[in-house]
């Protein structure tokens, strides 16, 4: 990690920290306090990158040398920052589970300017990773019979956004991606046809179709609504039969227009030729709103490359995550402002595998039942283990198939209950009453 991975006020407070000796053990949780509309649950990740970042934390030494400048820190400040290493524990919530408002999708417990400087890196990983994965599984639940393809690199924000949009996208169930580098770095399906650019380079579509099929024969896909979608697709046609190129080898794909109708007349014409064997493919514009539609219609439909609306979560692109102190040197801490009141105290979730609502409780209660949620990932700075995407897709494929219907529900959904135990309650209430400003209202009464 980076030293500078973070916001001024992070390296602000560590300073002060550590000048006073405040290097006891604190506990944040990071956390959404809502869930966005049309929202009936979270999709936890984000994860795997969030820990490699912690165990590499460090300052550098020009790092060091550009805050010492600005903060016009003495040499004992820069000591102290320099020797700073995540050392601390993370329990978390595995990569592919489902979770909700409330729940801790992590919790960090380390010496206090560790924990406190960790906070922009970890909101900012585990927030975008957690929007993108949720988006996704919403196209994959719009759609579940159908091959889904990220098509996200072009427009996500930045480079890296859109590395990290593959393995998200390939995490909710999608079969493949354009993104080279992500199909690359994370063992993924490549996959891509061809832009409207390469059509209009040539005399005519069909020659377009003709070079680009004897080029790449395996598996060629047309892109045929450059001009007129009829038109191209029988282009296409003309071109398979010409190369007598297997039927189930061949695709068209759709970018425009009335997709429904389109493909219904796409596969009248290439069942009309003998290839009822081709695919259709469509683009352009989808999210899973679109793809429901698609999908009830009963449009032929076989694959659908999703770019825009995954990569950027277009309708939630962002969420309402925190990352809040609850404990410090074996002190439950409490927020009491309005509309952003915490619990205290290192906590648990509890789920029910036979459904119902899930119990937020106090990480030291006894077991209650049900399944624990948070997990050790990170011991001592460490990392505990590191499953593979696999692993995380069977954990979002069970979990989905735990989720009522009605949380799955694209439009008004209704999410799982979260609980606090009485426990936790309790605990919540003694902290709020011994708050200072608590005391003074009842003097001033």
Known sequence: MNGLRTDLYEVRMAVSYLRRG???PATFSLFARDLPRERGF???????????????????????????????LPATDVEALSRLRFSGDVRA?????????????????APLPEAQLAETLLLNTVTFATAVATKAVRCRLAAPDAELIDFSARRAHGSAAALASA?????????????????????????????????????????????????????????????????????????????????????????????????RLARRMLDDAGLSAARIMASGGLDEYVLERLTAAGAPIDAYGVGTAVGVSSDAPSLDTAYKLVEYDG?????????????????????????????????????????????????????????????????????????????????????IDVRPSAALAAMAAEVA??????????LTR
């Open 167 to 263: 393995r998200l996208t390939a995490l909710a169930g999608f079969s493949s991606t354009s993104n080279l580098e992500g199909a690359f770095r994370y063992g993924l399906r490549p996959a891509g046809t061809m832009a409207h650019a390469y059509v209009q380079a040539f005399p005519g579509e069909h020659a377009a179709f003709r070079a680009f099929a004897e080029d790449f024969p395996a598996a060629p896909v047309f892109l045929v609504d450059t001009i007129d979608p009829a038109t191209g697709i029988a282009h296409a046609i003309d071109v398979v039969r010409e190369l007598d190129l297997p039927p189930a080898s061949v695709g068209i794909r759709l970018d425009s227009g009335d997709l429904a109708e389109l493909s």
């Open 331 to 415: 002190r439950p801490v409490m927020k009491l402002s309005v509309g952003k009141r915490t619990l205290p105290g290192a906590k648990q979730v509890w789920r029910d595998p036979a459904g119902g609502p899930d119990l937020l409780s106090l990480a030291a209660e006894p077991r209650p039942g049900g399944e624990a949620m948070l997990v050790p990932a990170m011991l001592a700075g460490r990392r505990v283990a590191r499953p593979g995407l696999a692993t995380a897709r069977r954990r979002l494929k069970r979990d989905l198939v735990w989720l009522p219907s009605s949380a799955r529900r694209l439009r008004g959904p209704v999410p």
């Open 93 to 109: 919530i595995p990569e592919g589970r489902v979770v909700f408002a409330g729940e801790p999708l992590l919790e960090v417990t």
């Open 42 to 72: 979270l999709v936890a990740a984000g994860l795997a990158e969030a820990l490699d970042a912690l165990q590499c934390f460090r300052f550098e030494p020009e790092e060091l040398e550009y805050v010492s400048e600005g903060l016009r």
């Open 22 to 24: 405040m290097t006891g």
């Open 433 to 442: 009453a011994e708050m200072p400003i608590r005391r003074l209202a009842a």
